[in-house]
């Protein structure tokens, strides 16, 4: 049974750049979070998703956007790339039936 | 305020001693879930323990219990027989069930097991 995956696991990107990274859920998981990890801190919720809409968002500017597909996997974008931006990218997948989220292993972005 | 405190940035444990690692929080629901996450240099965050905020019962995993004191609003950690494989940056989290999915994270702790 494959855990949350997500790709790819490194990106180098410039300034004023865009960004696509994907998460593909834990299998029988129905939702999608997305979080943001700078470093040396906790991770910080981006925004979560579950029945292909938005369902909650944290405190990121809307250069920071989703989507979710039918097959339950998630796209996270982000446009205008800041040096700000730089950090782990984590996706976390569960149920909307249970409190458990389960992470991934994490896209760790660098903007230059 | 902070959601989740961890007041400890790093910890130092022997090989085989037990090891408590603090977790305060902070919330007015009264339905809310307490968890802790493993996170190696890999980066991935790994699962440990869950709490309900109406469990009765501290939580435990294998090596891995949780001392839950809802009145004091504390969720420590405790890891017994401690291996060097337990060293890695360790966070409380919370889910407050009527407001929200979100998960508040701490800043973490650094655990380091000495041989």
């Known amino acids: 049974d494959a855990g949350v995956t997500q790709s790819p696991t490194h990106l180098i990107k410039t300034r004023g750049q865009q960004v696509t990274l994907r998460c593909s859920p834990k299998?029988?998981?129905?939702?999608v979070s997305w979080y943001q990890q700078a470093l040396g801190q906790g991770p910080q919720f981006i925004f979560q998703y579950y029945e292909e809409e938005e369902r909650q968002r944290g405190n990121f500017p809307d250069r920071f956007s989703g989507h979710q597909f039918p097959n339950y996997s998630s796209e996270l974008n982000v446009n205008a790339l800041l040096l700000g931006d730089s950090a782990l990218y984590l996706c976390?997948?569960?149920?909307?039936?249970?409190?458990?989220?389960?992470f991934g292993p994490g896209t760790r972005l660098l903007v230059l | 305020a902070q959601k989740i405190t961890q007041t400890q940035p790093g910890m130092f444990v022997q090989e085989k001693e037990a090891v408590t690692l603090d977790c305060t929080y902070d919330t007015s629901d009264q339905s809310y879930g307490l968890f802790w996450y493993k996170q190696p240099s890999s980066g991935e965050m790994i699962f440990l323990i869950y709490?309900?905020?109406?469990?009765?019962q501290n939580a435990t995993e294998g090596r891995y219990s949780l001392n839950f004191q809802k009145a004091r609003k504390s969720a420590n950690l405790v890891i017994s027989a401690s291996q060097l494989g337990d060293s890695a940056m360790y966070f409380c989290a919370m889910r407050e069930f009527y407001t929200g999915n979100q998960f508040y994270f701490g800043t973490g702790t650094s655990l380091t097991v000495i041989p």
């Open positions: 976390a997948s569960g149920t909307h039936l249970k409190e458990t989220q389960y």
């Open positions: 709490q309900g905020s109406y469990d009765e």
């Open positions: 299998s029988g998981h129905d939702t």
